[in-house]
């Protein structure tokens, strides 16, 4: 008899079974009324009463030891079956919402890369500077009305430190370590003393190019307006330059192109005129260069400096400029499709 429960327990507790199906199989094997473990009751009943003492508590064992493994065989086919009818492989993934890039984000990049296309290459400066950079190197006199109180936000006097105005001041940077040819572009934030308003905050972004080099003229200059404009706008913008004052250029120009809601023929947003300025360029005043270091005899150089809100609302007609800042989720989906 002990030889009959030891073998039966191996072959127990050695038991496999892949489907629910098969684990009912083996409990009919050995739970049920003719099943083998009942087949063993079935002798202890016929057993001496001394017999029944010897065995009876092993055969309890044995029925509890089946009857365990059994509903354990039970219990991992129905995990993995629940398992498998929960998680449908073949389905398609649920649509994951996801953020968009900001108007400016888009546009600072489509500038970009119009200009890395043309050889320049990406150059950043700090946005917290100093007299120098913004505009002491950059010819402004010493009493021009942009150093005031009003227009630059100063955080300290002596020694000065102030928020960079505009983005001409990473042209100083690079020239006072980098010896011509240099083409670069520098996108950036900049900040301004301004009530903000529809149409002016206290901080906005700009992009400024600059390209020195022997040789480079004015010719040099306008047709890189032109092809930057053609791939903003579109190949039939027209480009339009009117003189105009910078310290930091001579001669200097304003860039027009041909307004792209009319198409020229003018409409409010062009004012009627058909034409909507973008940007302020000219040839680098050679006191910039010589300040910085670069021998303005040899080289020569132009630049060109434009706002990219500006750029913003003429592709895009955002009609108020405090929607870029105020991170209204509306707004932003607006620009899900321009990616
Ligand atoms: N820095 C000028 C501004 O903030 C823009 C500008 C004009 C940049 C002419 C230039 C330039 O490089 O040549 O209004």
Redesign the pocket.
Known sequence: MTEKINALKAEIAALTAASAAEVEQLRIKYLSKKGAVSQLFNDFKQMTPDEKRQFGAPLNELKNFATEKIASLKDAVEATDSAESMVDLTRTAAPMPLGTRHPITLVRDEIVAIFSRLGFTIAEGPEIEDDWHVFSSLNFAADHPARDMQDTFFINRTPDVLLR????SV?TRVMEHTQPPIRIICPGR?YRNEAISARAHCFFH?V???YVDEHVSFADLRQTLLYFAREMFGPKTQIRLRPSY?P??EP?AEMDISCNLCGGKGCSFCKHTGWVEI????M?DPNVLDACGIDSKRYSG?????GIERITNLKYQVKDLRMFSENDKRFLEEFTAAH
């Open positions: 105005t505009h983005t001409s042209q900049v700009q400024e190019a600059l910078f930091f250029t200097s940007l302020g360029c000219g680098v132009f630049a060109l400096g434009m």
